[in-house]
Nanobody, 125 residues
Framework: QVQLVESGGGLVQAGGSLRLSCAAS????????MGWFRQAPGKEREFVAA????????YYADSVKGRFTISRDNAKNTVFLQMNSLKPQDSAVYYC??????????????????WGQGTQVTVST
């Protein structure tokens, strides 16, 4: 069992930055991949970024590549999402998720078996 708690969301102007955090507890954190997803009102939940358990490999959606950075601190059981150059279309509820079963990084939400409660990010014009 894995418990995930996100924090760091809020309201920011376009062009600004936010850093999301996700604290994990339960199973050995460094053994599983982590991902960030987001869901805007009326839209499907979509993949944002993922990171291998060791932290050596990352994977990004094209829409955030070059602007967002995923990282993790295994000593603190925490994964981060640094979001720069934010755009109004980045507004959504952001979820962190744990994939405890796969070796390869995945962008498929069905591959993630544990989810946090989400944190709201709103980017104003």
């Amino acid at each position: 069992q894995v418990q995930l708690v996100e924090s760091g969301g809020g309201l920011v102007q376009a062009g600004g930055s936010l850093r999301l955090s996700c604290a994990a507890s339960g199973r050995t954190f460094s053994r599983y991949n982590m991902g960030w997803f987001r869901q805007a009102p009326g839209k499907e939940r979509e993949f944002v970024a993922a990171i291998r358990g060791s932290g050596v490999a990352t994977y990004y959606a094209d829409s955030v590549k070059g602007r967002f950075t995923i990282s993790r601190d295994n000593a603190k059981n925490t994964v981060f999402l640094q979001m720069n150059s934010l755009k109004p279309q980045d507004s959504a509820v952001y979820y962190c998720a744990a994939d405890t079963r796969s070796w390869a990084l995945s962008s498929g939400k069905n591959d993630y078996d544990y989810w946090g409660q989400g944190t709201q990010v709103t980017v104003s014009t």
